[in-house]
């Protein structure tokens, strides 16, 4: 496991569309390990691997309901509506505010290939579809209402 460098706007990776997972082996575990490792150094509610400058759909997710892994993740569903602050990792200073599902239902694979289904609810469904976003190349930038500087 290891702290992996978070890449900054501007940098080409963040704007491209990720690749499937396809093989399920330990070079996938070692980044999600090392996914989760990493976000939890920089304090972060979620990490996706393009952040980390691997064009894989895997993205880690750390809010309140816990920690949780998604490989080839998709959103089957949406319902409502929440408005709110969003910052990045790899949006240093910035934050916005952005508007996304009150709820999301998710379908994914974990780190062995095994289908799951997930329902999130209010900041976790916030998490949930802003990483997904790194995935297609779109940064909350991309959906706010406005963005501001903010004091590290």
């Known amino acids: 496991m290891a702290i992996r460098n978070v890449v900054q706007v501007g940098d080409d990776v963040l704007r491209k569309k990720c690749f499937e997972v396809t093989v399920f082996d330990e070079k996938l575990a070692a980044l999600l390990d090392d996914l989760k490792d990493t976000v939890r150094k920089e304090e972060g509610a979620g990490l996706a691997a393009p952040q980390v400058g691997i064009l894989r759909r895997v993205v880690v997710v750390d809010v309140d309901e816990g920690f949780f892994e998604f490989v080839n993740p998709v959103i089957v569903e949406a319902k409502g509506e929440q408005t709110g602050y969003e910052g990045c990792l790899s949006v240093r200073g ?8 009150n709820v999301v239902k998710v379908e994914y694979s974990d780190r062995k290939g095994k289908r799951k289904k997930l329902v999130a609810r209010g900041f976790f469904a916030r998490a949930v579809c802003h990483e997904l976003d790194h995935l297609d190349g779109i940064l909350y930038t991309d959906r706010a209402e406005k963005t501001e500087n903010v004091r590290d």
């Open 94 to 101: 910035k934050r916005g505010i952005v508007t996304r599902p």
